[in-house]
């Protein structure tokens, strides 16, 4: 058997060759779901006042000393400060305001007494306890002061983190952008879906698929598109490729066939080493830097669940490694086989398997529909990968195996 190159190993030659795309500025409109490429200090104290953490009274402490329900203390009301009153107030001695929560407190009060804690009266209150300073008062910087850093660098930049890169006064961000990325799907027998198949056409699902993937997983697809399987128009188009993409993918033509033209475009050029790595499916692979930018390209084999596979094992560990991302972060999970399947020798295995809910919290996996490279019949209902290891050939119910959620499945972006 000839010798194939470990996935690890594959995998690591494409990482090595990737490194984060070059940092820009983006308001924070713009940033969701970006990676932050610089610690973001803020510009304000959080809170930014002093204010109520209670809907009550505005108080000084030692007004109401000796107060509780047996011996409740009045005090006259000097008027309502409400959330968003932006006058300066001072609190007389002697007096309370009412306050609502987000309020700012009024100079000289430095305790809030809850509205139920109180008669709840409006010219005059009966306070039924006596509070210490500080009570239901939120002072200005004690969650974030004016320069502590709030966010880092090689954040995932969430809705939460925006809000707080929002309230910390902060407009724009430095953040790794989305990497762009172009799918070529190669063949003389593809034809576009809807068509009417001759003799020896199929459809062209795997462009389709690969650029979906591409923008589930949170990148954009600079350019999609089909190839004939001539090597002049394929050379053209592969050794200089157009759009400025930041990686291309293409599918077929990577095999052992006389008429594996992705190959020899690109074998034949020098600038991609093409191998057989020890997996199943998706054993043909080949990566290299061509034209005058160096533009990575991955070449995936043709059969749909072949490259659905390879975009999971190489592609996106890639797109995570250009966006500034840990290339080794994806949402891997450790499930249990809920029944046996065999394996191949010298491959590591990759089942499309159906994830069941389990009573004792750990998910149990199934395989689900033709495993063979080119069935395509059940991929709507596979939510996951399960990665049989090299050294297994055949798996047992109750094994215990890690898997990879297929992108998209049951998450919208997964970079």
Request: a negative charge; charged letters at 20%.
């Amino acid at each position: 058997m000839p010798e194939l190159r470990p996935v690890r190993t594959h995998l690591e030659i494409i990482l090595e060759a990737l490194g984060p795309l070059p940092p820009v500025t983006r308001p924070l409109r713009e940033a969701l779901g970006l990676t932050l490429a610089a610690d973001v200090a803020s510009r304000t104290d959080l809170p930014a006042f002093t204010n109520s953490a209670m809907d009550g009274y505005a108080v000084r402490a030692q007004d109401l000393l000796g107060a509780g329900p047996a011996s409740p203390v009045a005090l006259p009301v000097d008027g309502d400060i409400a959330a968003g009153d932006t006058r300066w107030h001072v609190l007389a001695p002697g007096h309370a305001m009412r306050i609502m929560t987000g309020a700012p407190l009024p100079e000289g009060a430095d305790a809030v007494v809850a509205v139920e804690d109180t008669d709840g009266g409006t010219a005059e209150a009966a306070f039924l306890l006596a509070p210490a300073p500080g009570r239901h008062v939120r002072h200005q910087g004690e969650d974030v002061r004016v320069g502590d850093v709030v966010l880092r660098s090689g954040t995932l930049l969430s809705p939460g983190h925006l809000a707080l890169a929002a309230a910390a006064n902060v407009p724009e961000l430095e953040v790794i952008r989305r990497p762009r990325v172009s799918v070529v799907s190669t063949g003389d027998e593809l034809v576009p879906a809807g068509s009417e198949l001759g003799h020896g056409q199929i459809v062209n699902s795997n462009e389709l698929m690969l650029a979906a993937l591409v923008e589930a997983a949170g990148a954009e697809v600079a350019r999609s598109s089909h190839l004939p399987d001539d090597l002049e128009v394929m050379r053209e188009v592969l050794l200089d490729p157009p759009g400025e993409p930041d990686l291309v993918l293409t599918s077929g033509g990577v095999s052992m066939g006389a008429y594996d033209t992705v190959k020899e475009a690109l074998g034949g050029a020098g600038v991609v080493e093409f191998a057989k790595v020890a997996m199943r499916p998706g054993m043909p692979q080949g990566f290299g830097l061509v034209g005058p930018r160096a533009v990575p390209v991955i070449t995936l084999p043709g059969n749909p669940l072949s490259s659905l596979v390879s975009f999971h094992v190489f592609v996106l560990p890639a797109l995570r490694r250009l966006s500034g991302l840990d290339p080794e972060g994806t949402a891997r999970f450790t499930a249990v086989a809920g029944t046996g399947w065999r394996s191949v020798p010298h491959k590591v295995e990759y089942t499309r398997v159906a994830v069941e809910a389990s009573p004792d919290g750990l998910p149990r996996v199934r395989p689900f529909g033709g495993q063979a490279s080119h069935s395509v019949g059940a991929l709507a209902e596979a939510s996951a990968l399960a990665v049989v290891p090299v050294d297994v050939t055949e798996v047992r119910e109750g094994m215990t195996l890690t898997c990879i959620p297929l992108v998209g499945q049951d998450r919208a972006h997964v970079l």
